[in-house]
């Protein structure tokens, strides 16, 4: 299969919720409108940004079918299917399957710490469940679990495998990955922090939490990086992580934060699930200058 389809930028699907909650279908193609008019290549839905781990199966299933109804057939469409348990994990990836998704995605099982076989075992128990191909990912700061060469190596056996997700810090995590995989398998950079030195390190291309907050940020770097324009390319990351730290920096989540930021482009998602929390405090007041600060970073950079 072509893998051209997965190179570019896809912003991690956030979680759409009403005003009591509840996913909601509405703001879920409210969602997926907005990110269609800023020309990503696709979307990551279910992930982490999808704050899936405080979600009940059937929500997330639900999530997968209003992201699909929105954005079949117009971008890629990656579904996130990594759940506690093998059996939740494979019904996902049916559901997916059957939407329409272009390939599967999943992070390592969580809470229990397993050994690399039974790892592997979830991993290729999912990928053999459906005929989508799927993206390992890599993101030990919050399941405890790093992906080593020489698992991804053993996963690479099952010709499905035509990717990873890599969200741990190390740039040269990238490299190794991407050396290993070569042009059969897709890189994609995971921190946003460094999406820059992500790309240069042999990522095809990005998946990340911010990026929907200003996409056109993260559009810009990638084109710059095209271009050959380093030093400018340098420059915008620098912008963009003045920005996510910002982000972080609220009282509330960095998701409560990002939440506001759309909501002042025109497109309300709601808030976020407990027992992540809301904005409060000064947090108003920052968000005003987060949104000062991206659109001055996309007049200075975005032709």
């Not at 389809?5 to 909650?21: L, N, R, S």
């Amino acid at each position: 299969m072509s893998l051209q389809k997965f190179h570019g930028i896809i912003p991690a699907f956030y979680a759409c919720y009403d005003e009591d909650g509840n996913i909601s279908k509405d703001r879920t193609a409210q969602l997926a409108s907005y990110l269609l008019s800023k020309k990503v290549q696709g979307v990551y839905v279910g992930g982490s940004s999808g704050e899936c781990i405080y979600q009940s199966l059937e929500e997330r299933k639900a999530v997968l079918a209003y992201a699909a109804e929105s954005l079949k057939g117009k971008m890629t469409l990656i579904a996130h299917v990594g759940a506690p348990s093998t059996r939740d994990s494979i019904e996902l990836a049916k559901h997916a399957a059957e939407l329409g998704y272009d390939a599967l995605s999943a992070i390592p099982p969580i809470y229990f710490k397993l050994p690399d076989s039974a790892v592997i075992r979830y991993w290729n128990d999912i990928i053999d469940a459906t005929p989508l191909p799927f993206i390992i990912y890599n993101i030990p700061q919050t399941t405890g679990y790093q992906l080593t060469s020489a698992v991804f190596q053993k996963l690479l056996a099952n010709e499905k495998v035509i990717g990873v997700k890599n969200s741990s810090m190390p740039a040269m995590d990238i490299e190794r990955f991407k050396t290993i995989g070569g042009d059969r398998v897709i890189v994609f950079n995971g921190p946003d922090e460094q999406f820059v030195a992500g790309r240069i390190m042999g990522a095809d291309g990005g998946i990340g939490g911010t990026y929907a907050a200003m996409p056109e940020l993260f559009l810009a770097a990638n084109q710059l990086l095209k271009d050959g324009k380093l030093a400018e390319a340098t420059h915008l990351q620098s912008a963009i992580n003045n920005i996510i730290i910002a982000l972080c920096s609220l009282n509330g989540s960095m998701y409560a934060a990002i939440k506001e930021v759309l909501r002042a482009r025109g497109v309300d998602i709601g808030g976020v699930r407990a027992p992540m929390e809301g904005l409060s405090g000064d947090d108003g007041e920052k968000i005003k200058m987060i949104i000062a600060s991206i659109d001055s970073a996309i007049a200075a950079y975005v032709r």
